[in-house]
Nanobody, 125 residues
Framework: VQLQASGGGLVQPGGSLRLSCAAS????????IAWFRQAPGKERGFVSAIRSDGSTSYLPSVKGRFTISRDNAKNTVSLQMNSLNPEDTAVYYC????????????????????WGQGTQVTVSS
C-alpha cells in the first residue's frame, strides 16, 4: 500500500486546515487509518484514527477541534483541523494498519505497516 498525505500549510492561530491521505493498493475501509504528528525535537505521537468499522479515536487535546473522516469511493481519509494553535505545529503523517486496531494499539507506531511521507502544518501569526 502507498499513502500520500497532502493539505498542510501555514495558518494563523484559530484557523483551519484539511489534511488528506490518499491510499493506493489497499482499501481504506478495510484498514485502520491514523494520523500521527511530530514536532521539532519531539517524538512522533498519535493524533486521530478511523478504524475499519468506522469508529474513531482522538488525542484528548484535539478532540472537539479535529474531525477524521473517510471517503470509501475516493479511498481517502481526511483530517479536518479547526481552532488551530501553535502547539499543533508539526509534520503530520498518515499511517495504515490492517483491520480494526484496538485502542491500546492506536498510539503505537509499530502497529501500522504503511506510512505516508508527511505534510508540514505550521500555526503562526
Amino acid at each position: 500500500v502507498q499513502l500520500q498525505a497532502s493539505g498542510g500549510g501555514l495558518v494563523q492561530p484559530g484557523g483551519s486546515l484539511r489534511l488528506s491521505c490518499a491510499a493506493s493498493g489497499r482499501a481504506v475501509r478495510s484498514n485502520t487509518i491514523a494520523w500521527f504528528r511530530q514536532a521539532p525535537g519531539k517524538e512522533r505521537g498519535f493524533v486521530s484514527a478511523i478504524r475499519s468499522d468506522g469508529s474513531t479515536s482522538y488525542l484528548p487535546s484535539v478532540k472537539g477541534r479535529f474531525t477524521i473522516s473517510r471517503d470509501n469511493a475516493k479511498n481517502t481519509v481526511s483530517l479536518q483541523m479547526n481552532s488551530l494553535n501553535p502547539e499543533d505545529t508539526a509534520v503530520y503523517y498518515c499511517a495504515a494498519g490492517v483491520g480494526r486496531l484496538i485502542t491500546s494499539e492506536l498510539s503505537r507506531a509499530g502497529a501500522f505497516d504503511a506510512w505516508g511521507q508527511g505534510t508540514q502544518v505550521t500555526v503562526s501569526s
